[in-house]
């Protein structure tokens, strides 16, 4: 058994896959296995991994039809020989003590997953943006670094907040296998895997390095808000039906319908017009049956969702939904707007308030410094006095005539 296998899916990125095995076949730690799988490409790919894998007999080629990201991740972990399991994106690359370091960390803990830190290389502005709050776990504060936790620790919306990314991620093999954890046959498989995973470890850790090197490309899928955006509905409901079989649905109702909303509508405003029909097509049978999730008389979120479903469900076409949307969104504007009027003006109202209060206690204040120095003054009199008396020559005289008490 190997340290660590690697899996590699590789669908037409013959431009930056030498840099990804360089990176990879160059580890501190040599005790690896990297398994790429080739997603039926149609460029020179294959050609590359062939040209590496004769040079380097770790690497093991794996060809497969073009079923996408998932499906050729699936595929890798079926081929798995290692202690643990890494998935490195073939138009990324990684730090070159990567495998060592977090080799050494997981089996020091005995982790079922080790979280880590990424970094973004933006590649048509070829700049590193070390900052990006998602790939440096920056909501959970650095609370959880190099310290063993599991979801039940977490607050209930800081669950949601963590990135779902497989590559982020370190995975112990076995834990894998006892979980039975695949990536689901559609777009956004990350958050299925994540949660399918995440729910069942009992032994979780991060370490704050930025080991992973993430390329942000204008064609990536998640850019191009094109088919794959409609995807998006069937992973929020596979998310809802993860937390169910866990017995969690109840638990996180609020945050989960909360996460489906969010996603679902940002997609639908983000994906491409000539597809826009298609997806409200999906959104308005999606949600038909919305009432057996959001009750008003148990989620607070029912009042967030009930003007956009009713907007949904009676527009007869995407257009007339993103009009009567834009009617209600400016209303909903106005009334917030409305609302945080009254409130800075109560809080102006307040601030003034204080500010006379506090002018009384200054002045209050000023008059207690002008007494105390007055009384100051009375003591250094007293004391001044007390001195002389006891230094008197009539005070030393009778002093044999003054019985002690």
Known sequence: MV?????????????????????????????IE?????????DNSLSVLEEYASKDNRIKIINQE??????????GLKSVNGEYVLFVDSDDWIELNTCEALYKK????????LFFCATRYIEDEDKYDYTFGDYNYSSLGGKFWNKIFSYKDLDENLIFRITVTPWSKLY????????????????????YFF??????????????????????????????????????????NQIIDIFKDNGLFEQYRNQLLRKKFNSNISRFFGIDDSLKEEYWSKLKEDFKDYKKYYDKEKDSFYYII?????????????????ESE???LKSRHDNIKEKYESLDKESNNKINALNEKNKDLEEEYEELEKENEQLNEEINELSKFKRDVLNSRSWRITKPFRREK
Do not use: H, W
């Open 66 to 75: 073009n079923e996408g990201q998932g499906f050729a991740r699936n595929n």
């Open 306 to 322: 009930v003007d956009f479903y009713n907007n949904l469900i009676k527009s007869k076409n995407y257009k007339e939904f993103i």
């Open 172 to 191: 112990n093999s076995d834990f894998l296998k006892k979980s039975d954890a695949r990536f689901p046959d559609n777009f956004f498989e990350d958050n």
């Open 34 to 42: 990297i398994i790429c799988v080739n997603d039926g490409s149609t």
């Open 3 to 31: 340290k660590i296998s690697i899996i590699v899916p590789v669908y037409n990125t013959e431009p930056y896959l030498e840099q990804c095995l360089d990176s990879i076949i160059n580890q501190t730690l040599e005790d």
């Open 195 to 236: 949660y399918s995973l995440f729910l069942k470890a009992e032994k979780v850790s991060i370490v704050e390095n930025q080991f992973y090197n993430r390329r942000i490309r204008d064609d990536s899928i998640t850019q191009l808000g094109g088919r794959a955006f409609i995807d998006s509905i069937t992973a929020t």
């Open 106 to 113: 997981a089996n020091e803990l005995d982790l079922n997953m």
């Open 326 to 328: 834009s009617v209600d």
